[in-house]
């Protein structure tokens, strides 16, 4: 064995152990929850395929479908998928540090606080469009770093797939593409480029893979733009956006810090600097925290970079360590925080479901499912024969759709988002089970209503079911009438 293939079994070994070590721990822990709301719209909408969805493009509805299809409808089957790319993040952390020039020590402590980082591990062994989305942004900004340091044709042209994929993922991408578009204006050498055909051939090719969900958009009136009208961030200002944000990475904010400056005070990493902090300060004001999380890890990168080209080898040293303690005190303070360890009679005894929303929403899908199949069952006969299931929100019927049995139960719909859409068009029914709402939101369309019921999220746990009033509606008018009014893109 050569000198040069020594380093390079290392590397492999040491980027492989880091990418199974973190799949083996997902795979481990996704089955101790049950499905999250989300994730029961996804394989709701997977089962509607279409070119978009209110709230996001049709990629991640359409691998949710893929994937059940070929593993079976399980919690854990669907997060298979999160779970690899969870791995994959954790590479691309260190490849990250391999570009931009570091020793195999230093992508490995790259390696380290991915698998230990907050925004990871806890967006990863679920099923949502946050993994798909940090995928692209981070490969994306890898190909963008490639561009950066040597700027080969090609890198345009992989830059210019990844933003189109980003773009059929989750909207959110535009506050990257934002970020790009600024730095390559800004950049002379960058600009340069845009007198050479590759850049607008890249342009030409997201735009081309965005295509058919633009398409939709047009046709269908622009939803999305309702959506994100209706849904502008979580509310809490600026402030608690930054707070948010660097809870992402509590022990290494130094380390991101000392990265963005090193990137800005670097002529020739500048790009990426400004790349970073264009979405960081877009969604400051527009969106959620968590938007701009795939630009962490390449900040940390050079984070590292800045440490190593420090001139006193003890600092030098002492730093790094305090990079892999740091490190390791936030897989300790976050783990049971963001990975599903907890079993679900324990969420609300340990504060998980005030904590953490997503464990919260995660428990107790099959009884609600059951509660309102035995809502329903209980019904007279002559009204459930003329009844239909109506959710304020779509977790309702997304359950059914799993848990339920269809040959028991009517038509279970939602007039949020995307399940809007999906009115049955031979609905005749009289009547309505109104799930989520109280008789004072009904009155309207309701003689008489009756609150008849409220479910139950079982173990306590504060989900977004727990107390849910179900009111019993006898129809003014026919559904399809009054459906517009109902309609809740927010």
Not at 44 to 66: E, I, K, M
Not at 74 to 100: D, K, Q
Not at 120 to 147: E, I, K, P, R
Not at 155 to 183: H, M, N, P, Q, S
């Amino acid at each position: 064995m050569t000198a040069r293939q020594h380093p390079r079994i290392t590397a492999v070994l040491l980027f492989g152990g880091a990418a199974v070590g973190i799949i083996a721990l997902h795979l481990s822990t996704n089955s101790t929850l049950g499905f999250h709301t989300d994730e029961l719209y996804y394989l709701t909408c997977g089962l509607h395929p279409a070119l978009g969805y209110v709230d996001f493009p049709p990629v991640v509805p359409l691998l949710a479908r893929l994937e059940t299809g070929l593993l079976g409808v399980s919690p854990w089957t669907l997060r298979v998928l999160p779970s690899l790319l969870g791995g994959f993040l954790v590479v691309l952390s260190g490849a990250y540090v391999r570009r931009l020039g570091g020793s195999l020590r230093l992508q490995g402590i790259a390696l380290l606080t991915a698998i230990a980082a907050p925004y990871l591990l806890g967006s990863n062994w679920v099923f949502q469009t946050v993994t798909f989305d940090q995928v692209t942004w981070m490969v994306a900004l890898y190909w963008f770093l490639c561009l950066v340091t040597d700027q080969r044709p090609r890198y345009w042209i992989y830059l210019g797939i990844t933003l189109g994929i980003g773009l059929e993922v989750k909207y959110t991408i535009v506050g990257l593409i934002a970020g790009i578009g600024i730095a390559v204006l800004l950049t002379p050498s960058l600009r340069m480029e845009l007198r050479t055909k590759y850049p607008w051939i890249a342009a030409a090719i997201a735009l081309f893979i965005w295509a058919p969900n633009l398409a939709w958009q047009v046709v269908e009136g622009f939803p999305t733009l309702i959506y994100l009208a209706n849904h502008r961030g979580s509310g809490g200002g600026p402030v608690a956006y930054l707070i948010e944000f660097g809870v992402y990475f509590f022990f290494l904010i130094p380390l991101w810090l000392a990265g963005m400056i090193s990137l800005f005070r670097s002529p020739g990493l500048r790009p990426i600097g400004s790349a970073c902090a264009v979405p960081l300060l877009l969604f400051l004001f527009v969106g959620k925290s968590y938007y701009a999380a795939g630009t962490i890890p390449i900040a940390l990168a050079q984070g590292l970079m800045a440490i190593s080209r420090i001139k006193r080898p003890k600092l030098c040293s002492g730093l790094q360590i305090a990079v892999v303690v740091a490190s390791v005190l936030e897989f300790g303070v976050f783990f049971f925080l963001v990975v599903p360890v907890t079993p679900p009679d324990r969420i609300h005894a340990t504060r998980l479901d005030a904590i953490n929303e997503v464990f919260a929403d995660s428990v107790g899908w099959n009884d609600i499912a059951n509660q309102v199949t035995t809502i329903y069952g209980d019904l007279p006969a002559s009204d459930r024969s003329n009844t239909v299931i109506i959710s304020a929100y779509y977790g309702v019927p997304g359950a059914l759709q799993v848990y339920g049995n269809p040959k028991v139960l009517p038509d279970a719909i939602s007039p949020q988002l995307s399940d809007w859409y999906w009115l049955p068009s031979n609905l005749t029914a009289t009547s309505a089970l109104m799930v989520d709402y109280r008789p004072s939101e009904v009155a309207w369309m309701c003689t008489s209503p009756t609150l008849i019921a409220h479910l139950t999220v079982p173990y306590h746990v504060a989900g977004l079911e727990q107390g849910a009033p179900v009111t019993f509606c006898q129809l003014k008018a026919p559904i399809p009438t009054i459906w517009g009014k109902l309609r809740n893109f927010s």
